[in-house]
């Protein structure tokens, strides 16, 4: 008996209201499929760019390539969110409208990364807990200061 290569895709990270783990796994997402270029720099400077040169096929694969990832951003949002970003016309557009609305300003995003670098600073290895538990409580509190955005490490 044969068998078969089943190639499975990947989910598409679905938004829950935490845009910063949310637009982690969907960049990652997006540029797994190679359409991250578009959301990030857009359409239209791409477009602009292929215009010198005059290729014309280019730009129309550049606008089918943005319809694909404007599609994954629709799979990825409820509808109620759906509803506010319908009219947008790129990928871009309606990534920059998420990230306006959704991520936590810069005050909020301080005090959280405060709140963090105390609770790394008081973290302690508990009473008979394993090496690798310490380890991975640590490693959450880092990656969450990461996504919050601490450039430095402390350790």
Do not use: C
């Not at 090496?131 to 990461?146: A, S």
Request: hydrophobic share 40%; net charge positive; no cysteine.
């Amino acid at each position: 008996m044969a068998t078969e290569n089943i190639f499975v895709q990947p989910a598409i990270p679905r938004f829950d209201g935490h845009y910063d783990y949310w637009s982690m796994l969907m960049e990652n997402f997006l540029r797994s499929k190679k359409y991250w270029n578009l959301v990030e720099i857009g359409i239209r400077a791409a477009a602009r760019m292929d215009l010198i040169e005059g290729q014309k096929k280019t730009i129309d694969y550049l606008k089918l390539k943005d319809l694909k990832a404007k599609n994954y951003l629709f799979q990825a949002i409820d509808r109620s969110i759906l509803e506010t970003v319908l009219k947008k016309d790129t990928a871009k557009d309606i990534w920059d409208s998420l990230k306006q609305k959704y991520q936590g300003t810069v005050r909020v995003k301080r005090a959280h990364l405060q709140a963090l670098h105390k609770e790394f600073e008081v973290l302690h290895m508990k009473v008979g807990e394993l090496v690798n538990d310490y380890l991975g409580r640590t490693l959450v509190i880092t990656n969450k200061m990461r996504i919050h955005g601490e450039q430095r490490m402390m350790w």
